[in-house]
Every structure is written in C-alpha cells, then in structure tokens.
C-alpha cells in the first residue's frame, strides 16, 4: 500500500482514506527507543526549561490518570500494557487542504524532536516536573495545512474497548472517546507539544503512546492521550470533562490559582512526591509559571468566567 507524508501531497489532490500498516521502524532508527539519548536542539533555547527538582520517573509513569483503563491512579501503569501501539495512523480532517489518515511514522518523519522540561499541573491539585520529548504542535499540524476557517483543533483519544478496559466501564460516565481542544494560536504557541516520549525513552502506553498533547499553562486534562484524530474546526470543539461536568472544568483550563474549582480550591497544589508528613505544598502559579509566555493569549478576556 502507498504511503504519503502529508508534505508530499498536493494541496488539490483529493487524499486517501485508507488505513495504513507500517512498522514502527523509523522511530527506532532514530533512536528515540528506550534509554537512547536525547537529540540536541536548537530551538531548546527559546523555551524555558523549568530549574525544578524532576519528578523521578517511577512516579511520572506510575500515578497516571488515562481514564481508558481505570480510574485508579495506578490502573494505567497496570493494564494500558494491553495496548497496541505499531501499527498506529492518525485521521487528519476539517478545515486543511491535506487531510485523510497517515501512518504515525510518516507524520513524524522528518520533524525535530527535542526535550523539555515542564511543571505539569493536574486540576486535582498535584503536580510534577516532567523531562518530556516531542514535537512543537505548530510543526505538526502546519504539514496538514489548515485553511482560514481553522480557528480551533480538535483532538482525539483511540477507541478501542477490546485493549480499554476502563471504556468498557459505566463508573466514569464519560462517553468514549476522550476528546479536547484548543484554539489554533494556542496549539500553534512555542510551548505546546506533541509529545512521543518521557526521561529520554519513548512514552509509555499509561503515559499516551505512541503521542499525546502538552499544554504546560493548562490543566493536565487538556493533554489528550493515544491521539488517532486531528480535526481542524471553525467553532470551538467540545472536550470531554467539559461535557462531563461544565460548571467544574472548562473550555481553557488555564491554570489560575484565582479561580477555585468549585469543590477544591486551585491556589496551592501537591508537588510529587508528596507525603501525609512531607506534603511539599507549594502556590500554583498564575499559568502554571508560564505567564510571561501565554498571558498575551488571553488579552481582553474574563479568565473568571473562561475558565
Ligand atoms: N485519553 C485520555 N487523556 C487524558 C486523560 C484521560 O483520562 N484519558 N487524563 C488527563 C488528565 S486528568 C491528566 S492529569 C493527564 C495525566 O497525564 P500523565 O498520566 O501522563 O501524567 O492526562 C490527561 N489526558
Ligand atoms: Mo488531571
């Protein structure tokens, strides 16, 4: 079966829907398998990298939220190993000239991967410093050239019941699959990743392999995991703890520390490893730190009532 990388198709050719079954050859070419060392980078030096104690990776890798298999904290760690991963294709759809669906492999193909390290701020009120690897999102979706009328993205989680346990579950109420957003200048801002990898190994599948989203100004749960669909919209899509609970969680779920949830107050968290005795409690920051870089974003508007 042919293959395309989206760059390779011309924007009037009318694209190809079928599912493509390549290996995961390339990335292991690349290096970026478990314990290959990081790839340098040039761009590294506009972003910057937190000067944080890191959050030791049995934690990152152990205390998870992925809804798909459970919701314990340790339930993603215990059974997304069930998950196949390679083959893996993304359907590219909406407002962009080259849609259809494309191997994993061929998206990445030829697009920097670099580290970077970023406070990762759950709505529940904990946090960590995460060394991530990834793709700038601009980059990505930028091969997909997306049309005047994108003025949001849309992601989306795999369904795939037979390897998700937790999808087959009624507890979570959330109606499959996982979905989220972001209006195109925030998914095309420097900070945001698409990220293939954590401490310098390819992501684990309880982290969202073979990728996932970053947001580092936005709660965790804007982050969207195992994304086999991008879709380019005019209106703002929906995500799903928004639909599960609007008055808790929002469109922009950007970290402010001035609006509490409504069960929870946001102007402290957990930073892990916290213990009954060593909580290590710190002030959440307005945009998780990130102010300086995002606040612009949001010039003009009630963060209060967008929140
Ligand atoms: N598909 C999917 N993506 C998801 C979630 C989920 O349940 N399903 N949970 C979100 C939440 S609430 C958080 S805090 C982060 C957790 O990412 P981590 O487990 O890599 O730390 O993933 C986010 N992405
Ligand atoms: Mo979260």
Known sequence: MLIKRPQDIATSEITQESVFHSRRKFVKSLGLAAGAPLLASSLRANVPNVDEELTPESIVTSYNNFYEFGMDKGDPARYAHALTTDPWSVLVTGEAAK??????????KGLQQEERIYRFRCVEAWSMVVPWYGIPMKQLLEQFAPNGNAKYVEFTTLYRPSEMRGQGSVFTGIDWP??????????????????TGVYGKSLPNQNGAPWRMIVPWKYGFKGAKSVVKIRFMRRQPKNTWNILAPREYGFYANVNPAVSHPRWSQASERRLPSTLFNP???????????????ASLYAGMDLTRHF
């Open 99 to 108: 849609t259809g669906r494309f191997a994993y492999e061929d998206v990445i």
């Open 178 to 195: 996982y979905v989220e957003g972001l209006r195109m200048d925030e998914a095309y801002h420097p900070l945001t990743l698409m990220v």
């Open 280 to 294: 290590n409690r710190r002030p959440t920051l307005p945009f998780n730190g990130y102010a300086e870089q995002v």
